[in-house]
């Protein structure tokens, strides 16, 4: 197929619409339940207050809003596929913005002093309460007509699009880090599997075993290494030589095609992970992913991934039929003189390269 032939044929597969809308008409879409700002998203985005208030800032003075993306669903409501904090901080300052779906509102927001308007400090949408640091109706009636342009993916469009797009628009932006895009896209196709996903990430051996800093908690590093290990404890040892260059589009390739597929058996992930470290945090403990070193006779340092790969990947293969207890502790401690450790694990060998090689090396050394 020839390049034309590719742009055109992928053109038809997308199919959008757009036009302006008044915050008005986004207000009503929120409370008629006709829109779909998805309300686990908010843990993964961080406007500061100061931002919030930029933002209405923003629409009081009529500076121009970047347009809304929506996804069109079979059922008519619109996903928002970029565009969730704006449309959030503005359901928050109204005072109808959803915490969660039991349908409980957030506390409106008080805003902040701005550059252009040091008067916003205190204000609030309308508080009967406290009227003298509420908006006018002027003021509301200003906001509610600001217009807000929004681009829809139609729903005939191919169903891979708005993930894809989804993914395209955040990656570098409100969100931080490619795995907190991995869980928004996980949540839109998956919901079940997002969950298994968080559930194994907060099992308490997992996390005694991890030992991670407050800042990797907070970059959804925890959600990684059980994405990893769902993908690749029992990945095929030819398909790990067809990585490519990035592993972290791997990831979300490979997360994105076991989300569709209905025969995704979550049983043997959830008990291949549970026992894996289970097992670890009986043996090794907070030490299972540290440097062991010999002449100390004690592990040193922090979390390595590399050591994740191995240990981690290499238990959870053989789940089913594992060394003697005894064993795996000096099966743990000899990893880290093996030769294709030592070749694999150095600085300067990327993850693309050292997978086809260090998790075949733990399902050897686990092997029963």
Known sequence: MSLQDEIDKTRQEIRTDSYSMSIGEWISL????????????QRFFRWSDHQKSTFIESLLLGIPIPPIFVSQRDDGVWDVVDGVQRLSTIYEFVGILKKDESENNTQPVALQKTTYLDSLEGKKWN??????????????LLIKRSKIAVNIVEKESDEMIKYELFQRLNTGGSVATP????????????????????????YESFKKCTALSDRLYEEQYDMELVLRFILLFDQDELSLHKLGGDVSVFLTDKMREIAVNKKLDYQHIETAFKIT???LN???????F?????EQDSFLGGFLLSAYEVVALGIGYHYKSLPKINQISDKIKGIWSHPTYQKWSGAGVNAARRLPYLIPLGREVFSP
Not at 282 to 288: A, E, M, N, R, V
Not at 290 to 294: G, H, N, P, V
Request: net charge negative; with cysteine.
């Open 179 to 202: 795995q907190e895009v991995r869980n928004c896209i996980l949540l839109m196709l998956n919901k079940d599997l997002y969950q298994l996903m968080r559930s194994l990430a907060d």
């Open 277 to 279: 470290f289970d097992l």
């Open 282 to 288: 009986k043996i090794t403990g907070d030490d299972s």
């Open 30 to 41: 929120y409370e008629s339940s006709e829109i779909d700002i998805h309300p686990d998203f």
């Open 290 to 294: 540290k440097r062991y070193k010999s």
């Open 127 to 140: 508080d009967p309460n406290d009227k003298d640091n509420s908006f006018t109706q002027t003021q509301r």
